[in-house]
């Protein structure tokens, strides 16, 4: 399957991506979430011939009001409307980046029945929610490192719904909507995270 992705302009560089950041994201936590989306949103773009560094910035900025909106989920991604707007992104942008949210608690009204139909943002909501598993994935093993998490293991755990709860099966598996499978998908991810393990901390 040959999946079609309309290209996303999100125009800004890769600078002024970072720059916008951190002057937004502070929280440690959400900082490496972000980064370890980034990687694998450019491994993915790797994969489909797309822009890379446009699909890394779709990852890195998709939480940019989490550190806002973390005690109040109705407004993420709405505060996020503002900031990206104000930073000059794109309309198509912002729409990619808040679709990740759409389906669960997070936009109120503003989400109210809205469904991912892009390719685009299947691999979005898929990327930035299959780091969760990963990382948990890697705390598990004794050594807590990214480079021990296997496909098989990680496939296993994933079917394992006590496992990583949080971490919404239904979302990970939304990337088979671009015509990739699971093990494919997690050994893409896998391999991504392991490129920034030790600004991961893992």
């Known amino acids: 399957m040959d999946p079609h992705f309309e290209p996303v302009n999100t125009n800004l560089s890769y600078d002024q991506a970072k720059s916008l950041f951190d002057a937004h994201v502070k929280d440690p936590g959400v900082r490496k979430h ?20 446009q699909w890394g910035i779709l990852g890195l900025l998709h939480d940019i009001d989490f550190d806002k909106t973390k ?59 299959v780091t969760g598993l990963i990382y948990a994935a890697a705390l598990m093993n004794p050594e807590k490192k990214l480079a021990n998490v296997k496909v098989k293991s990680l496939k296993k755990k994933y079917k394992s719904k006590a496992f990583a709860r949080n971490c919404n099966r239904e979302f990970i598996a939304e990337i088979e909507n671009t015509g990739v499978e699971l093990n494919g998908f997690f050994d893409i991810a896998i391999k991504a995270m392991q490129e920034i393990s030790d600004e991961l901390g893992l």
């Open 71 to 129: 005690d109040d989920p109705v407004n993420h991604c709405v505060l996020a409307i503002s900031i990206l707007k104000d930073a000059g992104v794109s309309s198509e942008a912002i729409d990619v980046i808040c679709s990740h949210a759409w389906g669960s608690e997070c936009g109120g009204g503003n989400v109210a029945g809205k469904k991912r139909t892009r390719n685009i943002e299947h691999a979005l909501v898929a990327a930035e929610t």
């Open 34 to 53: 972000c980064r370890a989306s980034e990687q694998i949103m450019r491994g993915l773009a790797k994969y489909f011939g797309q822009d890379e560094e």
